[in-house]
């Protein structure tokens, strides 16, 4: 296994590569390092909104919107997913960094967000 750190479009990865037989795996383990410093585009109205919680939920990356799997008020434990956001035609869970409870969605399914987009709060 090697370790790789790479920049794409100002988002850094580390990405693990497992040689196979002297070639080099195509399947690499990503593993976003840091989020963008992007303002916040304009969003879709919210689908629920009970008032902005403490914790914000940013978009990791540009994408579509195309689950809400914890509505407003939903209990979450850190590592649950709250929203999906497809990337580059992949589905990536969009988790909770703590646990909490939902306070707001702050984009609707089908929306497209640009990376730093708050798409939800915790309580």
């Known amino acids: 296994m090697k370790n790789y750190r790479i920049t794409v ?13 002297g ?3 195509s399947a690499p ?3 976003p390092v840091a ?4 303002a916040p585009a304009p ?13 914000k939920i ?5 994408g579509k919107i195309l689950a809400v799997k914890a509505p407003v008020g ?12 497809e990337a580059m035609k992949m589905e990536n869970e969009i988790v909770a ?13 089908g929306a497209m967000v640009e990376a730093g987009t708050v798409l939800a709060t915790l309580n």
């Open 9 to 21: 479009n100002g988002n850094v990865y580390d990405v693990t590569v497992e040689e196979l037989g």
């Open 58 to 62: 940013n978009a990791p990356m540009p």
């Open 23 to 25: 070639a080099v795996s």
């Open 97 to 109: 960094p703590e646990d909490g409870t939902v306070a707001s969605i702050d984009v609707n399914e």
């Open 74 to 85: 939903t209990a979450v434990k850190k590592g649950q997913v709250v929203l999906v956001l």
């Open 43 to 55: 969003a879709a109205a919210p689908v629920a909104s009970t008032g902005a919680g403490a914790v």
């Open 29 to 31: 383990v990503v593993t």
């Open 35 to 38: 989020a963008p410093a992007a």
